[in-house]
T-cell receptor, first 112, second 111 residues
């Protein structure tokens, strides 16, 4: 079974630019989560999709972040415009039924 | 105050040692508890769930004390391959099912 796939693995962009991160969950998993780890801090929840609907987006930092999950399959997280404090590792995780989370390997975002 | 508190370490121990990690959580409504392991520049991976009755998986033993809101992980006979960051994780439950992470405890097992 393929795991959770995230793309790109690394991204370096300039402040003010736009970046889009992509997550492909495990096939059939309705629940998809985005998390972020900023350097020196703990991993923090950003939002949760159930299929294509946003179940909880309480962790989204501000309106520069936009997440979508078209058709309930893959998800994108867009940061526009990026700021220096957005640098970190963005993890996606999927969950199906009563199974635990499976995390993707993350996207390391550096804003310079 | 962080919702999940852990000693960041590092814990430097020799091979074969027994090491214990502790964690406290602030939300008494938390429903599920886990230890995750994260290797350098990798994703978190579930090590084990934690139950009030205590549970063991080989060299690893986890314990939950709901009254004290305290979670522990004991690693016996440490191996070099146990070197990693150990994350204490709590799930609030409810509709969102989101995980709350501690900052992690770094373990370095020395030869």
């Amino acid at each position: 079974e393929a795991g959770v796939t995230q793309f790109p693995s690394h991204s370096v962009i300039e402040k003010g630019q736009t970046v889009t991160l992509r997550c492909d969950p495990i096939s059939g998993h309705d629940n998809l989560y985005w998390y972020r780890r900023v350097m020196g801090k703990e991993i923090k929840f950003l939002l949760h999709f159930v299929k294509e609907s946003k179940q909880d987006e309480s962790g989204m930092p501000n309106n520069r972040f936009l997440a979508e999950r078209t058709g309930g399959t893959y998800s994108t997280l867009k940061v526009q415009p990026a700021e220096l404090e957005d640098s970190g590792v963005y993890f996606c995780a999927s969950q199906g039924g009563n199974y635990g989370y499976t995390f993707g390997s993350g996207t390391r975002l550096t804003v310079v | 105050r962080k919702e999940v508190e852990q000693d960041p370490g590092p814990f430097n121990v020799p091979e074969g040692a027994t090491v214990a990690f502790n964690c406290t959580y602030s939300n008494s409504a938390s429903q599920s508890f886990f230890w995750y392991r994260q290797d350098c520049r990798k994703e978190p991976k579930l090590l084990m769930s934690v139950y009030s009755s205590g549970n063991e998986d080989g060299r690893f033993t986890a314990q939950l004390n709901r009254a004290s809101q305290y979670i522990s992980l004991l690693i016996r006979d440490s191996k070099l391959s146990d070197s990693a960051t150990y994350l204490c994780v709590v799930r609030k439950g409810g509709a969102t099912n989101k995980l709350i992470f501690g900052t992690g405890t770094l373990l370095a097992v020395q030869p």
